[in-house]
């Protein structure tokens, strides 16, 4: 993807090439223009290349954007103990903490009780792992 200031080079190429046009007297060869105009053509259609693979990625930042938002406000929801968070009932931790890792990038992946030695609590997603865990029933569970 080209950057903002390759895409205004090209624009200047551009510009250029179709001042050249412009000023067209009538010594320049029929030839020579058409090479120009083919050098005109090819520059806006970079051109035009750049500006629809930049809009695309301004969109994905775009939505980027509204999830890291969202995550944010939720994260605003949550309850910290001990250093993880938690969705909360009634103002109380619940289930499983979130993962600190993930959670530090903006995206809320419960950990989950693993079965390897010594039960950790784990990240499905990221490599995380956390013996220390602590962890709340669901407000819908009683419980033991
Ligand atoms: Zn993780």
Not at 41 to 55: C, H, V
Not at 57 to 77: I, M, N, Q
Not at 98 to 108: A, D, Q, R
Request: proline share 6%.
């Amino acid at each position: 993807m080209p950057t903002f200031v390759e895409m205004a080079t090209m624009a200047t190429t551009a510009i250029k090439l179709a001042s050249d046009l412009r000023n067209i007297d009538q010594g320049l060869a029929a030839s020579e223009a058409k090479l120009k105009i083919a050098d005109l053509m090819s520059q806006l259609a970079d051109l035009k290349i750049g500006i629809s693979e930049l809009r695309a990625d301004s969109e994905g930042k775009d939505a980027e954007l509204v999830e890291l938002r969202k995550a944010f406000a939720f994260k605003g929801e949550t309850v910290e103990v001990r250093g993880f968070h938690f969705e909360t009932r009634d103002g109380k931790p619940v289930g499983e903490p979130f993962c600190p890792i993930c959670l530090s990038k903006g995206k809320f992946y419960r950990l989950t009780w693993s079965r390897k030695p010594g039960r950790p609590y784990t990240c499905q997603v990221c490599p995380a792992e956390y013996s220390n865990a602590p962890a709340y029933l669901w407000s819908d569970q009683r419980g033991s």
